[in-house]
């Protein structure tokens, strides 16, 4: 294969890490070709916003046996490796022809951890020294990396990210028999909090991560406890889920046993996930304050706002005219910019009701049962 033709290759089997298309509805296809056929991703970023990324694998052979990854170890199937130099020159001419605004990339393990974060921090160093590139670059960080292998990818990546994948030890050992909990997740990702923290010699970049939803038996209720350790705790930026993805594993995970119906149950599993972290990252809710059914699972067919307000009814009314911003957020159909909007108008003294701060349709029905203008 010449150069176009494995990025074309490695483009797309960078597909199944799916933490690059997050907040896209599932079942829109929101990548488009560029130049060359390879896949372009809407990516969103920790702040906010999206970035058109170049996402690929620096390569996709590799060492462990990840039961969920279609290129575990062991599976016949094509595989093939980009050198740095392949990989930074192609990309810059996307940048060069405005296709771009980034580049996210992983890989498999090549050999060793530390030896694949070489490749990827020579991308890197190449993109910023060579072709003085001062745009946004996402590496992901390999399980098992040495602090040195972290240090000097943290010190040329915009975003550095290492994937959880499962929120207990014993769910991570259901998934991978290659890699440690404690010493190949648990310890780098320590490592990267306390070197991108406010005021920390690399506090400029930011800390992401992903849990695979659904390849093991976790339930939702370990990962929203574990989500909310890393916000709080570690101080990451986002996190992410991914629902498995049905067929690329091995036959006996339990996300295989599950059959259609389950695979359209993860599905939305995922979405009530994104809502618990939003509740969380956006509005500082407490991880007790999330819901679950007595198995540790998120309602699917009430979003967890609405299961709180359902068991609080003790709550509610919440007084629009007196309330503080944290208590106008515990209604359904109330989010941080309406709340705004409803302190604005209070101040101005022009509130009359929730449709003058530009609610509509159903969420100003789900909201109107909870409020009054006191």
Not at 64 to 84: V, W
Not at 269 to 297: C, N, T, V
Not at 305 to 327: C, G, I, M, N, T
Request: glycine share 10%; net charge positive; with cysteine.
């Amino acid at each position: 294969m010449d150069t176009h033709e494995k990025l074309r290759f490695l483009a797309d089997a960078s597909r199944y890490d799916l933490s690059c298309a997050c907040g896209q509805k599932r079942g829109i296809d929101h990548r488009r070709r560029g130049p060359g056929g390879v896949w372009l991703y809407p990516a969103s970023v920790p702040r906010g916003g999206q970035s058109i990324m170049l996402k690929t694998l620096l390569s996709n052979a590799c060492v462990n046996d990840c039961r969920y990854c279609p290129f575990r170890a062991g599976r016949d199937i094509p595989r093939c490796t980009l050198t740095p130099e392949e990989v930074a020159r192609a990309f810059m001419e996307y940048v060069r022809q405005k296709q771009v605004h980034g580049l996210f990339l992983t890989s498999g393990v090549i050999g060793t951890p530390d030896g694949t974060m070489d490749r990827m921090v020579a991308v890197a160093r190449l993109l910023r020294e060579r072709y003085e590139y001062r745009g946004v670059l996402h590496l992901k960080v390999i399980p098992g990396a040495s602090d040195a292998a972290i240090e000097a990818a943290v010190a040329v990546a915009s975003i550095v990210s290492l994937n959880v994948e499962a929120p207990t030890r014993s769910a991570f050992r259901s998934l991978a028999t290659t890699k440690d909990y404690d010493r190949d997740i648990v310890r780098p990702v320590r490592l990267i909090s306390r070197l991108t923290g406010r005021g920390c010699r690399f506090g400029r970049v930011r800390q992401m991560t992903q849990f695979i939803v659904g390849a093991a038996d976790e339930t939702d209720a370990d990962i929203v406890r574990a989500t909310f350790g890393l916000y709080r705790r570690l101080g990451l930026d986002r996190v992410y889920f991914s629902a498995y993805q049905r067929g690329l594993g091995d036959p006996s995970l339990p996300g295989e046993r599950r059959g259609e119906a389950g695979a359209a149950d993860l599905f939305m599993r995922e979405h009530r996930l994104y809502q618990a972290d939003f509740l969380i990252r956006k509005y500082r809710w407490d991880a007790a304050d999330i819901g679950f059914e007595p198995d540790g699972s998120l309602s699917l067919t009430t979003d967890p706002k609405q299961r709180w307000a359902d068991a609080h009814p003790e709550f509610f009314p919440v007084r629009l005219r007196s309330a503080q911003r944290w208590q106008i957020l515990r209604v359904p159909g109330v989010g941080p910019v309406t709340a705004g909007r409803v302190l604005e108008a209070r101040r101005g003294g022009v509130l009359h009701g929730l449709d003058d701060v530009g609610l509509r349709g159903r969420r100003l029905l789900a909201a109107s049962r909870y409020v009054v203008m006191e």
